[in-house]
């Protein structure tokens, strides 16, 4: 009997993250939403590349920044994206990367209770900026060439610069004295963003002046239309670190590259070995044992490859079901 039930409940744990996969792939697909809440409750993915911060669980550098950075890919978005997630070949070019993590993430479960900021359509600097992530970018001294952040908020007729849009260091401020519930901490409407034909390359392109979009449905919708209008990297979506509150990760993945072009196999042999690392811390500190899933960067730019896949397909999960079946 002993003999018996623990390859079963081996099975039995490869179909669950068999099915997780199948669901991830097909929120991947999908973007439709008749529903009043925003696309990223429905459709898509939001998805962390792990940078030291933050993966399954939650380390200083985001517990002092008080937000962890993810990016909403799905597939009629991602298209427009050179990079859909944080990472590229070059990622041990990365300075302050250790490079044993960027090829490895975690997908939040989207109907989980995390609290969504703010939305940015590119790489907005995050961690460089004031309230939680979406505010001013943080202006660094640089006398050889500063940016005229006077003239820039003279152009679009403030007198003076917004509180939200300060590009001095400030402390942090209390929570929900500048987090609005149903909105989250946005400042594109300060600039009379309404829809995506509003295209205005000095608040959308530039890490200085993007703006933060609203994380209701209509904001969220606008935010999209410019996604899959122009061409860029991969985008933010800021949620608020979730120590301390039920863990909302449903999946740890490391990336891979079945043409073999966007990455080599053993880098990612290498990335899938963090990943199964971080999903073991997890499972002895908490009893939840979280799929370890390949995500595909080849899926990006072709249709007919699965964003993300479980070490077991479905085949030769039929093949094992019969084996045990036969006592083999």
Same mark, same amino acid.
């Given at each position: 009997?002993?003999?018996?039930?623990?390859?079963?409940?081996?099975?039995?744990?490869?179909?669950?993250?068999?099915?997780?996969?199948?669901?991830?792939?097909?929120?991947?697909?999908?973007?439709?939403?008749?529903?009043?809440?925003?696309?990223?409750? +429905?459709?898509?993915?939001?998805?962390?590349?792990?940078?030291?911060?933050?993966?399954?669980?939650?380390?200083?550098?985001?517990?002092?920044?008080?937000?962890?950075?993810?990016?909403? +890919?799905? $597939?009629?978005?991602?298209?427009?994206?050179?990079?859909? &997630?944080?990472?590229?070949? @070059?990622?041990?070019?990365?300075?302050?990367?250790?490079?044993?993590?960027?090829?490895?993430?975690?997908?939040? *479960? %989207?109907?989980?209770?995390?609290?969504?900021?703010?939305?940015?359509?590119?790489? =907005?600097?995050?961690?460089?900026?004031?309230?939680?992530?979406?505010?001013?970018? +943080?202006?660094?001294? *640089?006398?050889? %060439?500063?940016?005229?952040?006077?003239?820039?908020?003279?152009?679009?007729?403030?007198?003076?610069?917004?509180?939200?849009?300060?590009?001095?260091?400030?402390?942090?401020?209390?929570? #929900?004295?500048?987090?609005?519930?149903?909105?989250?901490?946005?400042?594109?409407?300060?600039?009379?963003?309404?829809? =995506?034909?509003?295209?205005? $390359?000095?608040?959308?392109?530039?890490?200085?002046?993007?703006?933060?979009?609203?994380?209701?449905?209509?904001?969220?919708?606008?935010?999209?239309?410019?996604?899959?209008?122009? +061409?860029?990297?991969?985008?933010?979506?800021?949620?608020?670190?979730?120590?301390?509150?039920?863990?909302?990760?449903?999946?740890?993945?490391?990336? @891979?590259?079945?043409?073999?072009? #966007? &990455?080599?196999?053993?880098?990612?042999?290498?990335? $899938?070995?963090?990943?199964?690392? &971080?999903?073991?811390?997890?499972?002895?500190? %908490?009893?939840?044992?979280?799929?370890?899933?390949?995500?595909?960067?080849?899926?990006?730019?072709?249709?007919?490859?699965?964003?993300?896949?479980?070490?077991?397909?479905?085949?030769?999960?039929?093949?094992?079901?019969?084996?045990?079946?036969?006592?083999?």
């Amino acid at each position: 009997m002993f003999g018996f039930g623990l390859p079963l409940l081996e099975l039995g744990v490869s179909i669950s993250h068999v099915n997780t996969a199948a669901g991830l792939n097909a929120r991947f697909e999908d973007s439709e939403n008749d529903t009043h809440l925003p696309d990223y409750r +429905i459709n898509g993915l939001l998805v962390h590349t792990n940078d030291g911060w933050a993966d399954v669980e939650i380390h200083d550098r985001s517990k002092e920044l008080g937000f962890v950075s993810l990016s909403y +890919i799905r $597939r009629d978005v991602s298209r427009q994206h050179r990079m859909p &997630i944080f990472f590229s070949k @070059t990622y041990r070019d990365v300075p302050w990367m250790p490079n044993d993590l960027i090829g490895s993430g975690v997908i939040l *479960n %989207s109907s989980a209770a995390f609290t969504p900021l703010c939305f940015y359509v590119t790489d =907005s600097a995050s961690s460089n900026r004031n309230y939680y992530g979406c505010g001013g970018k +943080i202006a660094a001294a *640089n006398p050889e %060439s500063p940016f005229d952040f006077p003239g820039h908020f003279a152009r679009y007729g403030f007198d003076e610069v917004p509180h939200l849009l300060d590009h001095k260091r400030r402390s942090v401020e209390p929570f #929900a004295d500048v987090y609005v519930p149903g909105v989250g901490i946005e400042t594109c409407s300060l600039y009379g963003i309404r829809d =995506s034909f509003d295209y205005d $390359r000095r608040l959308l392109a530039s890490w200085h002046t993007t703006c933060s979009f609203a994380i209701d449905k209509g904001s969220f919708d606008v935010a999209l239309g410019f996604s899959k209008r122009y +061409i860029r990297n991969y985008n933010e979506f800021l949620v608020r670190e979730w120590s301390g509150q039920p863990n909302p990760v449903a999946a740890v993945f490391y990336v @891979t590259s079945s043409s073999g072009k #966007a &990455i080599e196999d053993a880098d990612s042999a290498q990335f $899938r070995r963090v990943a199964e690392k &971080i999903r073991w811390s997890h499972f002895i500190s %908490s009893g939840s044992y979280l799929p370890v899933l390949r995500l595909d960067l080849d899926a990006f730019s072709n249709r007919q490859v699965d964003l993300l896949q479980s070490r077991w397909t479905d085949a030769s999960l039929s093949k094992a079901l019969l084996n045990w079946a036969l006592g083999n």
